[in-house]
């Protein structure tokens, strides 16, 4: 049982490139997320989904898209990298607790960005 | 105001010591809270979940003042493995599936 996994560990990007993080998740989990940390500003949501096939807008999402095609996955792309989404990328997951209420995020152990 | 405030510290306490860190939330709305715990350069891991009548896991207790919008970590016989980043986290409005993250309150506990 490996939890959460993320690929790749560490990134280094120019301005401009693009770029896809993987997320991956074994324990079933039906809520996805991505966050970015940046010092000073904790962790903000970027994108998040709520199951396979949907995804819905965070607090910072300009500059982003995801995809969950599967339900274990979720895909985070950067179509053209700017040198202000340097950051530490955070995914986590977790599942549904009764009434909606959320339960416990599980989180990977994140990717580390660097756009030149 | 931001919606979840800590005090960033570092809080510099010796071994065996006593220490409480609070968290200010803005949306009294908020249903859910936790405390996590951040290794530095690593993800953050749940510490625990804050319920409304107080709960204790061990040397740690947390607890919730709705009137007041804050919650609360105490943790006893400080050790120094507890030294890390501690990150208050409370969802947006009930039954929305967005958390706020606090930028933490860092504790180095002095052998």
């Known amino acids: 049982n490996a939890g959460v996994t993320q690929t790749p560990k560490f990134r280094v990007l120019k301005t401009g490139q693009s770029m896809t993080l993987l997320c991956a998740q074994d324990?079933?989990?039906?809520?996805m997320y991505w966050y970015r940390q940046d010092p000073g500003m904790g962790l903000r949501l970027i994108h998040y989904?709520?199951?396979?096939?949907?995804?819905a807008k965070g607090e910072v999402p300009d500059g982003y898209n995801v995809s969950r095609l599967k339900k274990q996955n979720f895909l985070l792309g950067l179509e053209s990298a700017a040198p202000s989404q340097t950051s530490v990328y955070f995914c986590a997951s977790s599942y549904a607790g009764l009434g909606g209420v959320q339960e416990t995020q599980y989180f990977g152990p994140g990717t580390r960005l660097l756009v030149l | 105001r931001k919606e979840v405030e800590q005090d960033p510290g570092p809080f510099n306490v010796p071994e065996g010591a006593t220490v409480a860190f609070n968290c200010t939330y803005s949306?009294?709305?908020?249903?859910?809270f936790f405390w996590y715990r951040q290794d530095c350069r690593k993800e953050p891991k749940l510490l625990m979940s804050?319920?409304?009548s107080g709960n204790e896991d061990g040397r740690f207790t947390a607890q919730l003042n709705r009137a007041s919008q804050y919650i609360s970590l105490l943790i006893r016989d400080s050790k120094l493995s507890d030294s890390a980043t501690y990150l208050c986290v409370v969802n947006k409005a009930s039954g929305t599936y967005k958390y706020i993250f606090g930028t933490g309150t860092r504790l180095k506990v002095l052998a």
């Open positions: 949306n009294s709305a908020s249903q859910s």
């Open positions: 989904s709520v199951g396979e096939g949907t995804t």
């Open positions: 324990m079933n989990h039906e809520y």
């Open positions: 804050v319920y409304s």
